[in-house]
Every structure is written in C-alpha cells, then in structure tokens.
C-alpha cells in the first residue's frame, strides 16, 4: 500500500527508518513509532501493518483540515487505524488533535476498522523489551534433535522450569539456544509480561 504522505523527520526524536514485517518494508519516523512496529509484528506475526495509509479529510475551525494517521494493522479480517502518540504529547495538544481523531473514527468505522491510539505506556512495557531480543530468534535456524528433546521434557515435566529444562539435556550452549528460540516462536510458552529468569515456568503449546 502506497504512504498517503512522505515521512518527515521527527520534532521529538529525528529516528527514520524501517522494519520489515508480513507487509515488506514498514516505515516509521520516530523512536516510539519503531518500537510499535517492534511490538505489534511481534504479538502478530502476520500482521499487515502499512504506514501512513490515507489522508483524512474533515471541517475544524472554520476550515477544511487534513489528518493521517501512523499506521493500518491488519490482521486477517480485522483492521485497526492507529495513531502513535507520546502521552505528554496528547495532554498538550488534545484539543487540536480531538477533532482529527474523531474524523479518524468517523473513518475507520465506514470501511470496517477501529480506529486506536497507542501510547508510550501501552507500548514500552515489559513485553516490548522481549520483543527486541526475541524477533531476530526467529529466522533462525533449528536443531530439529535438541527441539525434540526440549519439548519431550516440557511435557514430561510437572512445572517445566527453564533451569529444569537446561538440566536434562546433554549440551547446555545448544539448548540455551533452542530453547530461546523457542520461545521467540511461541513453541514454548512463558509469562513475557515480566523479564524471563531460570526460575521462569516454560509450558509448552
């Protein structure tokens, strides 16, 4: 999907760039916008997410205005218009920026999307910090021998730790690695809302 605008550089933070996700090259102008494009192809492995996808048209102020919007994810059937905004950013300036907003959902709500703004505090948490380290986990390649055993403990296991899972098997490099791995590929699963330690419980699908 062609960008509806050129990217600028940012006031806050002057980070352009890209990302590739489900959709190819995902552009994004700032820090915050990077890191929910981090985020969402990581929560979404197949999501569509298009930057800048259209311009908005709508009266304000006595005058015809103009808005577009960071992104459109889209996974499956369901669609999300979202905005990217620092919070301090939205307090500052909500008046100006509400009536875009509402246009936006005037928007999204006649070609079957919801319209959304994501936050700092929705986006930097702890999930996003796993999301960093584990995405790239992901085009790697496996050693299909050591997955097999990881996954048999996982569920032989009553609480398969990932210190209990490190313990039985014969090579501790290769399986800290595929078990990294397969948690980066939700073949194990793990509690990614706090920092992951020895002690963290992997359950497997």
């Not at 319209?115 to 986006?123: M, P």
Request: hydrophobic share 45%; with cysteine.
């Amino acid at each position: 999907m062609p960008q509806a605008r050129r990217i600028p550089l940012s006031r806050r933070s002057h980070i352009i760039g890209f990302q590739w996700t489900a959709a190819g090259a995902t552009a994004h102008e700032s820090a915050l916008e990077r890191d929910f494009v981090t985020l969402t192809t990581f929560v979404k492995a197949d999501a569509l997410i298009h930057s800048q996808p259209v311009t908005i048209f709508f009266e304000g102020q006595g005058c015809r205005r103009r808005y577009t919007p960071d992104y459109l994810v889209r996974v499956a059937d369901d669609a999300e218009l979202v905005e990217v905004k620092y919070e301090s950013d939205l307090k500052t300036n909500w008046e100006r920026l509400s009536p875009a907003f509402d246009a936006a959902k005037v928007w999204s709500q006649a070609h079957g999307a919801r319209f959304r703004i994501a936050t700092d505090s929705d986006i930097r948490r702890p999930l996003l910090d796993h999301a960093k380290r584990l995405l790239p986990l992901r085009s790697l390649p496996l050693d299909a021998k050591t997955v097999m055993l990881v996954l048999t403990h996982a569920y032989a296991v009553e609480r398969p730790t990932f210190r209990k899972l490190l313990q039985m098997l014969p090579d501790r490099g290769l399986a800290l690695a595929t078990i990294w791995q397969l948690i980066a590929r939700r073949e194990l699963h793990a509690d990614l809302s706090v920092p992951i330690t020895l002690d963290s419980v992997l359950y497997p699908p």
